[in-house]
């Protein structure tokens, strides 16, 4: 294996000119960040905030030098832009980013436009104010269920410091392959009849991802962009938790239609989910709802059943904040070790209880996506997925 280092990327990025004055992006110090993780390298640059949606070909340039380096067999370069740091004589203005969007108007940030995905029609994205409520787990469960309906489901990790999807799906062994029929764009590993993209197959899951927010934030857009999606009904989304700069960039940046809140019932996870959910208010996204997740224990052997969390707090927060309340899952040691062990529940137990309360949930959804977007196109072909059933 060649080992790569920084001095061969940066003569690599060299070559690459910007066409304004003609000097090198090295000479001008536009290279912010360069990460090398095996053969994957990933290199930002910051460009004025002015010209950056005309820099793609600038963009396309460095990523093509940096893939051409022997031994690099993944090249992603982003652009970022920043504000000038000198203060202006005049009275200060909001950045762009931070100017509160018009009614139906999602907020931009300074110098960028939304990102184009021609073949997904809708976009749902499922969040959560804190980690360990079980986003990813209601993520992959979610996708399955929507896929036992009939659409066809595309599913991102968005967590690029924590991916998790490549395990839940059983593709740790996985990686993407070059499109044969669009230049640029990867091909997806697919598992139950879902494309599926995370940082994930990229990196060595045991190494941490040690990057600054708009290097993570390039590499999502990159992962969202160069993805041949096919043509899909969803993409669900599994975002990172919190309300920081990748969440914010997403809903700034990317055709979202909904968003979906995870909870448990606790007072402390709930305060964090009120936060994500007016964050997604605040960029003019619509919340589809809360799902209150670990809901309840329901002793296999008695059915005895208690609320080790509490119970109910998600449903209350709904009303509270006018939003509807799609559903609660149990706890439950099976869904935890089909989590662990690539076997999400609603594919192993398709008509047992688990998968009957996530698809009541994915029902609420798709009505919600077919409200703002319109019917899929139907019918599906039969035999296209897994045969899913709810009762």
């Known amino acids: 294996m060649t080992s790569l280092n920084r001095e061969q990327i940066v003569a690599a990025l060299d070559s690459v000119i910007d066409p304004v004055d003609g000097k090198s992006i090295t000479a001008k110090d536009m290279v912010q960040g360069i990460d090398i993780n095996n053969e994957v ?12 949606p ?13 893939a051409a380096v022997n031994g690099v067999t993944t090249a992603r370069v982003a652009l970022t832009a920043e504000r000038p740091a000198a203060a202006s004589q005049s009275a200060p203005q909001q950045p762009a980013a931070a100017r509160p969007a018009q009614p139906g ?33 209601t993520s992959v469960n979610l996708a399955l269920s929507l896929v036992a309906k009939g659409l066809k489901v595309g599913l991102l990790d968005a967590d690029i ?7 839940m799906m059983g593709l740790r062994a996985a990686k993407p392959t070059p499109s044969s029929e669009h230049q640029g764009k990867m091909i997806p590993p697919s598992a139950f009849g879902i494309r599926i993209m995370s940082i994930g197959f990229m990196v060595d ?9 708009p290097m993570a934030m390039g590499a999502l857009e990159q992962l969202l962009r160069d993805t041949d999606w096919g043509d899909i009904d969803v993409l669900v989304v599994d975002m990172p938790p919190g309300t920081g700069d990748i969440q914010l960039s997403m809903a700034q940046r990317v055709p979202v239609t909904g968003a979906v809140i995870v909870s448990t019932p606790q007072d402390i996870a709930l305060l964090d989910a009120k936060k994500g959910l007016n964050m997604f208010r ?51 040691l099976k869904i935890r070790l089909g989590a662990d062990e690539g076997k999400p529940i609603v594919q192993t137990e398709a008509d047992g209880e688990h998968a009957k309360a996530y698809g009541a949930i994915a029902q609420k959804i798709a009505a919600a ?18 045969k899913i059933s709810f009762k």
Request: one cysteine or more; charged letters at 25%.
């Open 205 to 213: 899951e045991e190494q941490p991802v040690i990057w600054r927010g």
């Open 41 to 52: 390298v990933n290199v930002m640059i910051a460009v004025d905030p002015k010209r950056g």
């Open 54 to 66: 005309a820099l793609e070909d600038l963009r396309q340039a460095a990523e093509k030098a940096v």
């Open 282 to 332: 605040k960029v003019n996204v619509p919340v589809f709802g809360l799902i209150e997740n670990m809901s309840y224990y329901k002793c296999p052997e008695c059915g005895h059943v208690d609320h080790v969390f509490d119970h109910g707090g998600a449903r209350k927060a709904a009303d509270e904040l006018g939003v509807p309340f799609l559903g609660e899952i149990p706890l439950d």
């Open 369 to 386: 996506i077919e409200e703002r977007v319109g019917p899929a196109e139907a019918p599906k072909k039969k035999g296209l997925f897994p």
């Open 105 to 137: 108007q999602r907020p931009q940030g300074a110098g960028q436009k939304p990102l184009e995905l021609p073949t997904v029609r809708s976009i749902v994205t499922v969040a959560s104010g804190k980690g360990g409520v079980g986003k990813s787990t």
């Open 161 to 167: 410091y924590g991916p998790s999807l490549p395990r």
